[in-house]
């Protein structure tokens, strides 16, 4: 179990993250979701301890340090003629001398195996794409296989293929390394999907936090997100979310529904 | 995956390696060769097997006009003409890492202005009062004393403001504007004879190399290299950005306040006692990049070797050129520096 204390976080004399706390059980994968501004990138930058404010931080009762985390925020876009394979490499970079470790090479090269990137690794990391980027800056962070992962939206550059691929991916790693998964996301159909959990950030507040099917109702969704939801049922039992603009002949109107959902928080 | 791709991923690491292992061995050879051209030129006309023999006769050798020169004069200068172009060479290297900005040098952020404001201070002064201590060795300690003061004016700067790029590079240039400014003023005090005193300084030249001088500057650069060498893997990380390197647990603002320390002492050492010199801050990185990419564990050696090659080159080509009195290597790099710059600035369309 991971627990996480935050305290208010506050920019310019406003409160963009209220005092929260969490726990999450090893092998979790928690999705962050939450309308533009909400905090959800506030949120993982703190648990990652970049952010002025003390970050209480505990793993089983023992604190975590800043080398146990591997966070990759948003804005990973790198400039970098550094190949794809000494990108990942640099994940464990403490563990890099004058000679790089053969065993390690290997490693590494079994790692952007595990992402499908083993063509792109003596390819420079400015001659990639924005998607490609970002798949191998994740690799670095799981080669790096740190007690907890905070992830800002790590499927915000990659196709449809490649999203659902990662996320499997993450939720693999969580159980085989028995280690928590934080992804903030967007898609809340793909969150429902892959996530064992998920809390809801609106306005730097936590408002939801629960299993998929019990944090997305229309009524939660209609109240944050400011659009007439409507949940499907495919095939394989998944919810999966269709939004219409509100007021859009036909589509659901979310007064009820919102006034539904204050009725229950 | 197949495991065809991660075979041929393995043997494109190997190609590499063994490419960028033969251009550090291609630098090193180059110098070599620069070096002996080096020993074998100058106004004395001394014939190759003359100063082969004076080489291996050591400083007491029998013929004592060619132990001199070769001893006391070209040895000196060459091995001050190494460490000046391996210091500057990790120092531009440095920076334009931990700033991430291709244009970094010693020479653009102020650090070589200060010096040049140091040592014409310190010459003007000697004009008018006489000083306790040898003007060989006056003029160096205040050049190193205001490169100091230099690092220090940034460095408060970055206290209060954050040490992130843009404030660094915004109070280098602010500063090598200031100092620029005092050099001015005292060039405008001081009498003709005295100008030409400091005109020459700010020419940047070997001439003044002795073995003390060689001593100091080596020392500070020996003392530096540990130091840049523990955080190796830390710069080449940085190379991921700043984001990027912080979430892979790095303290990025004190790796570059630490390495901001070493490439002020580097410049001191390096300027202190030959004078301004600039531009091989700025292309030895730029080559060595070119070469063999942003491994630090390669760039920075290779970076080093070619300001080191610079330098030897500039120091042969200043003799051959002006067979009377040499022209300084200072303004060698300077001339040839830019249309160097261009070239791999062209050819390389990342930095």
Redesign the interface.
Known sequence: MIEIAIPAISRRNAVILHPLRLGIPQGQMLGIIGPNGAGKSTLLAAIAGQVPETVDLHRDGHPLTRQDIGHLPQNFAVRSTLTVLEAVLLGRREELGLRVPPALLEAALDCLSGLGLSELASRPLNALSGGQQQRVLLAQRLFRDPRLLLLDEPTSALDLHHQMEVLARLRAHARAAAVPVLCALHDLTLAARFCDRLIVLAAGQLVADGAPEDVLTSGSIAAHWQIAPEILTCRTGHPVLVAHPIGAPGSPDPAPLAALHAGFT | ??VA??T???R??QV?AAQRGAAVMAAVLLLAVLALLDLGTGPSRMSPPEVWQALLAGPSGANRAAATILWQIRLPQLAMAVIVGVSLGLAGLLMQTILANPLASPFTLGFSAAAGFGAALAILGTSYIAAPIPQWLLTPLAAFAATLLATGMVWLVSRTKGASPDILVLAGIAVLFFFQSLQALVQFLAAPEVLQQIVFWLFGSLLRANWTAVQVSGAILLVCLPVI?RD???L??L???E??A?????DVAALRKRCFLITAALTAGAVSFTGTIGFVGLIAPHMA?ALV???H?LSLPLAALAGAVIMVAASVAGKLLSQGAAIPVGIITAVAGIPMLIVVILRHK?M
Request: proline residues 0%; aromatic residues 6%.
């Open positions: 995956m197949s791709a991660q041929r991923a393995l494109s690491w590499r060498i190796i893997w830390a080449t990380a190379r991921l950005g984001a990027n912080a979430s892979l647990g790095l990049r990419g942003e491994d564990r990342e």
